[in-house]
């Protein structure tokens, strides 16, 4: 038989996309470990029943006869429009929880945030010139995609809260001069994954202000927003977005559940293209529709019937995790204070950060941490961790640390496996 080595796309071989299937084959092959390698969301607040019954609740009332209950139920079985049908829902949503405005027509429901960003990769990358900026670590989601579809990325530094916008400035410098045109950064400002940083405002600011002198998008990511544990809640990108620069992509994963799997992208842009004006979003239309036609109108009924009844606003609902997930948070940071804390012969020698939300905590080790060290851990001490390396493309800008999601576990469970991981640390 003839060889086919021509049918697979090479870029899916690239180191930094094996990473993540080395963490899950881990995970597979050791279910009985504690893992804090995934940010999953707890189930025990799924609450799908209740998003089910708010659904036929919602079919049944607007005082619909039996016979237009029906119909309204037999609606949601055809192909639908591609920009989606609750766009009215997301557009109060953003403007109650986030002072974001924004027309509806601005908005388009995506198969979650993931395919949003395969829209948005797809629809503005084109010439090898144009370059995707991103801070180093960034979400692998985003990273991975525009990888595997072949777009030049430049990793900028990260400071302790955000993206170094120092360096920023002189990379788009130094692209330009050579030819190149950084033309999108990719940036999680609300509890960062994988850092669990939350942007200060100011370098909010300043990054838009940098957006407009250099003429590059961001894209701002936002799953992780509405999880704040004790700190005032800083506007997003978009909410303090003048000039239309900023892509906001949002996500119900960790609000409602992540099998609903709606997400959506608000971009207000007006775009040039061969000297005529065109509405971003509308080209983004184009590319979902050849993607994936148009998001599940069944599931978008749901959310949408669910948002109505929380009358347009998310915070609420969000209260009683918001409220477990910081006592996993503490319970995590409980353990390794106690373990290795200031007065130990640890003090100086480990240390983590105190994530103000999200779901992620960082843990910076006096050693470097490799994949046979995560084996070894998983192997000897039945715990799961993320080595930061994996989502850095430099791999030494993230080599001493790993990350520790708290976000899947109680805090049982939490306790024991920090016990783990401190005795391998202190192993090392
Ligand atoms: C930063 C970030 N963006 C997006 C997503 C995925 O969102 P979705 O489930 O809506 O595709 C995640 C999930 O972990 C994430 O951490």
Known sequence: MKEKNYLINNRLFDSYLERMNFL???????????????????????????????????????????????EFYDSLGQYNKTKGIINDSIAKLLQN????????????????????????INTLFE??????LVSDPSYIGFVGYAKIYGVPIFPVKREKDCIDLEHLDASIRQLKKAGKNPKVLYEVGDFHNPTG?????????????????????????????????????????KALDR???????????KTIFPSIRL????????????????????????????????????LQAMAGSYLHKQDYSLVKPCEKKIAALRQKRDTMIGV?????????????????????????????????????HLRRCVEDYSVIFCPM?????????????????????????IEQGMEKLSAFIKAH
């Open 24 to 70: 899950n084959e881990v995970s597979i092959d050791y279910p009985g470990a504690i893992s804090f390698g995934s940010g999953r969301p707890d189930k025990h607040f799924f609450n799908v029943q209740g998003i089910i019954s708010c659904f036929h609740d919602f079919a049944a009332s607007e005082g619909r006869s039996e016979q237009e209950t029906a």
């Open 97 to 120: 929880d986030e002072n974001i405005k924004i027309d509806p027509e601005d908005i388009i429901l995506t198969d979650g945030a993931q395919e949003g960003m395969a829209v948005i």
């Open 127 to 132: 010439n090898r010139e144009d370059v995707l």
């Open 197 to 237: 940083a939350y942007m200060p405002l100011e370098k909010r600011e300043a990054l838009i202000e940098l957006a407009e002198k250099h003429n590059f998008l961001i894209v701002e990511d936002n799953p992780y927003g509405y999880f704040i544990y004790d700190t005032q809640k800083i506007p997003t990108l």
């Open 243 to 253: 000039y239309q620069r900023v892509i906001y992509l949002g996500s119900f994963s």
């Open 263 to 298: 997400g959506y992208i608000a971009a207000d842009q007006e775009i040039k293209h061969r000297g005529r004006k065109i509405k971003l979003v509308e080209e983004f239309k184009k590319t979902k529709s050849f993607t994936t036609v148009n998001t599940s109108t069944l």
């Open 336 to 372: 390794l204070a106690d373990r290795f804390g200031d007065t130990g012969p640890y003090a100086g020698k480990v240390s983590w950060n105190k994530p103000a939300g999200g779901f992620f905590l960082v843990i910076d080790l006096p050693f470097k941490v490799t994949e046979d």
């Open 389 to 413: 390396s994996f989502f850095c493309l430099n791999e030494e800008a993230g080599i001493n640390r790993i990350r520790l999601a708290f976000s899947n576990l109680s805090p049982d469970k």
